[in-house]
């Protein structure tokens, strides 16, 4: 008689090896939505530089609305400041709703007078951004 199938060793050893691609592929993965989360957040308030140079050059303190943005999205909740006199202000991004290594992590772009802008994070390196420097803020 010709019997069908698989046997239950073959099958535990296909469920153990999905386990083990499993335990490799998960941590991965869940390191990459996190790096796609915060360049997502940095993203969107860099989109923001623009009209926080042209509120600042009019002689008005910049707001998150005044520069075009809204205070919260689907990645960030932004913030706005600037003083006109030395023209100096920031745009800052809290992440939300993401995975936990960047959740609540504040992204800073900061605008000097003298040397431009710069983005500081106190997220790791490891997730924040080229150009964003990590153990800040």
């Excluded at 535990?12 to 939505?33: D, E, M, N, R, S």
């Amino acid at each position: 008689m010709h019997q069908k199938g698989f046997t239950l060793i073959e099958l535990l050893i296909v469920v153990a090896i999905i386990g083990i691609l499993a335990t490799i592929g998960l941590p991965i993965y869940t390191k990459h939505q996190a790096k796609a989360k915060f360049t997502a957040g940095l993203a969107e308030i860099s989109a923001l530089k623009a009209g926080f140079e042209d509120t600042l050059n009019q002689g008005t303190a910049p707001t998150v609305e005044l520069i075009g943005g809204q205070r919260s999205t689907a990645n960030c909740k932004i913030d706005a400041t600037g003083d006109v006199a030395t023209g100096v202000g920031t745009i800052t991004c809290e992440i939300l709703d993401a995975p936990a290594p960047v959740l609540g992590k504040i992204i800073t772009l900061t605008r000097d007078t003298k040397t431009g802008w710069s983005c500081i994070t106190n997220a790791e390196e490891q997730y924040a951004a080229k150009g964003c420097t990590a153990g800040g803020v």
